[in-house]
């Protein structure tokens, strides 16, 4: 895929401010009387986060998502696109499905197939959230090797370029163009 050079690239305060709003803005949706939130991001190593065809995959997502959850539960939908990358919140009734239901749902989206693992889908509710460990899951797989992905990141293991390039890989391969 053919990367702009006039693409914005952010800087570390902007990514760690916006993840700030970000929490800010969980903990109000989370405000309503029960009700569940999935917070969805992408994951997308590098200093560029916003591209046209991210949010065409945040779109992707949260179409995926609000399709496996059960008719009636969807309280309300948000998306933004941010410099810092396309985030998206879906606010779910507790009537129709618990903390743990729900994250079983998103991990089966973000290990459905290749594009689903650039999701990043975080289910929260008023006392915290639903991680992988808590349903006995293992940690995400890194997208070159397989390894777990918080250590190929955190040795930097691959290049960001090389992270880049698979993104875009999975990108045309689910058909998606820009």
Avoid: W
Wanted: aromatic share 2%; with cysteine; glycine share 6%.
């Amino acid at each position: 895929m053919e990367r702009s050079s006039d693409e914005r690239r952010i800087t570390l305060s902007e990514l760690l401010d916006s993840r700030e709003k970000r929490a800010m803005h969980q903990q109000e949706l989370l405000k309503r009387d029960n009700s569940l939130l999935v917070s969805v991001t992408l994951n997308i190593p590098g200093p560029v986060k916003d591209r046209p065809i991210y949010r065409k995959v945040m779109d992707i997502a949260l179409e995926r998502l609000i399709s496996s959850l059960p008719e009636g539960s969807v309280l309300c939908e948000e998306q933004m696109f941010l410099s810092t990358g396309p985030e998206g919140y879906v606010l779910v009734s507790q009537k129709f499905l618990s903390s743990e239901a729900l994250k079983r749902i998103t991990v089966k989206l973000e290990e459905a197939d290749d594009l689903g693992r650039l999701f990043d889908m975080d289910v929260l509710n008023k006392d915290g959230g639903v991680c992988r460990a808590d349903l006995g899951r293992s940690g995400r797989k890194c997208l070159i090797c397989g390894d777990n992905a918080k250590i190929c990141a955190r040795s930097q293991k691959h290049s960001v370029e090389e992270l880049i390039d698979r993104i875009d890989q999975i990108i045309r391969a689910a058909g998606i163009e820009e």
